[in-house]
């Protein structure tokens, strides 16, 4: 059997101006990167025309650490709403360097549901997260020169100074560091540290602006610290947003490539849904919507995470609203939640696919509580066994959702035209708007509170005194209005990545909230998320190699 790499190198790309024309575009209105990949400029963006498109969110149940595909489904059923007459496009994320040399590999799909160049894709891609890596660490060297300055000085408190420094890795011993050792040339010494690009309010900033007047207002509105005299100060006190927006000029226009079957995807930002709002671009989404009449999207991780922040901040920022959501489940994460140790998911164990059954349960209820109709989509693997795929379809057709067994990663489109049916004829029904989880007006802790109790299942939130401090900050700045993007493990409906399937019984703990006014929202992070992951014992880098031809192997 062919891996992901080799079934990619051994398709036949289109010349992405061919992909264009799909979708009405001629050769002027793109600026190439190559044979296969082109910017598409924002005049492509009519509003009226997306709000007659239908937007289609793939989300999934609480994964395995190797992820239930959920961008491997979303090519899928882009590629089976094409081969039933859909003029569809497909809108991801950008995939990080951290998951591509860690633990969970690329973000492009896989078998014959991929998108392609996938070498390309996954390293390094148009450079959109270098140009973020860069403008958020020149804000950080606006801030050191600041400090250190005799002239136009601002006063800053370099003890209160929360903007750290970013890159696209992941590096453990970058969490904790001091700069500005080496003498009174060198800087100021402060504790500070780095997050992964993926954590960067700079790539969150760019997946909810509208258009570059918008980048540049939220780039000036990051908040950075205090002065000595306890006054806030932002990032357009520094003078830093012209040169951070022009940083990222290209950045901000959405990247076309094709799938395995020549179906135009644009993708475009990457943010994480467990530490960010793991969704793309507002303006990569409203572009697809204006150029196709389907668009199939996915948000990250869990329904509890990717979903709940693409609807409760994303669409309600950009006024968009999905018509279906697709729930992607697999048997071997529905046996991890039974009880099946991850050394053994390969084993057949209807009784644990069926003890399992209740983590999907809860996530169909948070979908259907934001007013959504959604469908489940099993993704076949080749060990799952017949009696356990009918355990899934009995559940689901006790819970009155349709079902679909879709083979994409092994027929691609063909293998999802069962599932593009059923989406298409839920997504053209439905009419109503979704009904977000809480009011953006309502109290921080309230809508902490929400989510927490609603989506993931607690009993209340617990706050340390870093936390209440820091509720305190966020009032006195004003900014108490902004949505909660709660940075939680994927791997629990808690924030213990211990407790699977459905705990029950279980609080969340809030240990601090840290501010994003320039994205606009605020981050509670519960439990001990961190914000720069690390690499595993056997980083996945180990396998990736480069010939003499420069044909790159080990990617998955």
Known sequence: MNTDIQIAQQAKLQRISAIAEKLGLSDDQLEPYGHYKAKLPLSLIDKDKAKQSKLILVTAISPTPAGEGKTTMSIGLAQGLHKIGKKVSVVLREPSLGPVFGIKGGATGGGYSQVLPMEDINLHFTGDFSAVEKAHNLLAALIDNNVQAKKNNLGIDPRTVVWKRVMDMNDRALRHTIVGLGGTANGVPRETGFDITAASEIMAILCLSNDPADLKARLGNIFVGFTYDKKPVYARDLKAQGAMAALLKDAIKPNLVQTIEGVPALIHGGPFANIAQGTNTVIATRMGMSLSDYVVTEAGFGADLGAEKFLDIKC?????????????????????????????????????????????????????????????????????????????????????????????????????TELAELVSQLADAQTAPFRPQYDWKDSVKDKINAVATRIYGADGVDYSAQAEKDLRRISKLGLEQLPVCIAKTQKSLSDDPKLLGRPSGFRISIREIEIAAGAGFLVPISGNMMRMPGLPAEPAANAIDIDAEGNISGLF
Request: charged letters at 25%; a neutral charge.
């Open 316 to 416: 309600q920022s950009a006024g968009l609203s999905p018509k279906a959501v697709v729930l992607v489940a697999t048997v071997r994460a529905l046996k991890y939640h039974g009880g099946q140790s991850l050394k053994e998911l390969s084993a057949p164990n209807p009784a644990a696919v069926s003890r399992g059954l209740e983590n999907l349960e809860k996530h169909l209820e948070n979908i259907r509580s934001f007013g959504l109709p959604a469908v489940v989509a099993i993704n076949r693997f080749t060990q799952d066994t017949e009696e356990e795929i009918q355990l899934i379809r009995e559940r689901c057709q006790q819970q009155g959702v349709k079902v679909s067994l879709a083979e994409i990663w092994a027929k691609g489109g063909e293998g999802g």
